[in-house]
């Protein structure tokens, strides 16, 4: 953990890994930053752009606010994109920050040998209403709003290895924005802890989520929704590399209540591009918060439980 900023207005700052920043403005309103960009995920530049605003705007999301406005990050190769490829990125991108009636006031460009797009997002929300990712207590139960499995897909995309119905269904994750989870749980009730599935993959963020709560969880690796041929790619063994390495760094927190193959923990710790939220709330709310999401018609997936440990531990059951 980082040491904590000491000016008092900041109400969340960069010690529990949490994933934006909050600045208190007065009793009733507190601004959140954050910022993030990507490397292609897609050939596609248009869905591109869509991609890398949603997952700029998730972190707003999972900090329980609604974001206001954003600065476009872009770096491209000096005479290697057209213009027009370089107008499609940020047109997909302006078509998602539109969607989440975001302002885009501006940004910056450089020259740079590898694409890349992002943006910084600013959102409010009330002091008292902040969502964290290090709040979660023994006996919440644990939930996930999207499945996982893009970094395998993404690298059999990349490979030239994937089909369509792999393809269809990773871009129609990485372009949904997490702004329908977040408004059905705030309408449910006050989630104990919430973060996103980004770039750790769904063990490397849930463990960030029991090391700041010093407590364990539990994961029920059946319930884990994956995207369809993610498993396939995993049992032959098809990760990028930053999936292995987020297994290598949870792996020594983890406990296993019984044998789980290596490529299943591969997956659930693959790294995820805009991913969905995963939250605790008190047992006590979990029928209100199934019925607000099916209210939506959105996708919710109880996916395991906290515990009361002595140090804080993942523990996966297949």
Known sequence: MSAPVADPRVLVGNETHDDAGVFLLDATRALVHTVDFLTPVVDDPYIFGQVAAANSLSDIYAMGATPLSALNLLAVPDGILSPQTIGQMLRGGQSILDLAETALLGGHSIDDPEPKIGYAVTGI????????????????????????????????????????????????????????????????????????????????????????????????????????????????????????????????????????????????????TSGGLVFTVRAEDEAEVHQSFAAKGLPLYAIGQVVETEIPMLVVNQ
């Open 125 to 272: 929300v009330h002091p008292d209403r902040i969502w964290r990712n290090s709040t979660a207590h023994p006996g919440d139960r644990l939930f996930l709003s999207k499945p996982i499995g893009s970094g395998v897909i993404i690298k059999a995309i990349k490979d030239g290895d994937s089909t369509n119905a792999m393809v269809d269904a990773v871009i129609a994750m990485m372009t949904t924005l997490n702004r329908g989870a977040k408004e059905a749980l705030e309408e449910a009730c006050m989630p104990t802890a919430v973060t996103d599935v980004t770039g750790f993959g769904l063990l490397g963020h849930v463990w960030e989520m029991a090391m700041g709560a010093g407590v364990g969880i539990h994961i029920d690796a059946a319930q884990v929704p994956f995207l369809p041929g993610a498993a396939v790619l995993a049992q032959s063994d098809r990760f990028p590399s930053g999936s292995r390495r987020n297994l290598d760094y949870v792996r020594p927190h983890l406990q296993l209540k019984n044998r789980v193959e290596n490529w299943l923990l591969t997956l659930l710790s693959d790294a995820v």
